[in-house]
């Protein structure tokens, strides 16, 4: 019986500053997207040769994000990092207007009454 060979796990990698290009090639590429430093990338190439290429000035990397953005990064400005975590997809920020709320109706203070307490107390 012939035995498949075992398929290594991909390697993954992230950026070291924010602001990472993926490029649609390498150097002078169109920008595709945009990398920061919580950004998992994952390798589209072999695992041999994308470890050879992280960290050295003038290789790039084959990569996607996980959002299936695929292109490529300086491998010079990028680590390895660990996979993500299963089922849990990057969440974008998400951006609320805070509606003006009303406040509710003052209480009427009576003659005499103190309002507040400690120091800084007033008496009406």
Request: net charge positive.
């Amino acid at each position: 019986m012939r035995r498949r060979p075992r398929r290594r796990p991909p390697v993954y990698v992230r950026p070291i500053e924010s602001g990472l290009r993926i490029r649609e090639m390498p150097r002078d590429g169109k920008s595709v997207g945009m990398a920061h430093v919580t950004t998992v990338l994952r390798a589209l190439e072999p695992r041999e040769i994308a470890l050879d290429k992280i960290g050295v000035q003038g290789e790039w990397l084959h990569v996607a994000n996980q959002t299936g953005v695929e292109g490529y990064v300086a491998a010079w400005l990028v680590e390895e990092t660990e996979p993500p975590i299963p089922g849990r997809a990057p969440r974008r920020r998400q951006h609320h207007r805070h509606q003006p709320r009303s406040l509710p109706p003052a209480r009427h203070a009576h003659p005499g009454s103190v309002q507040g307490a400690g120091m800084g107390a007033l008496r009406l």
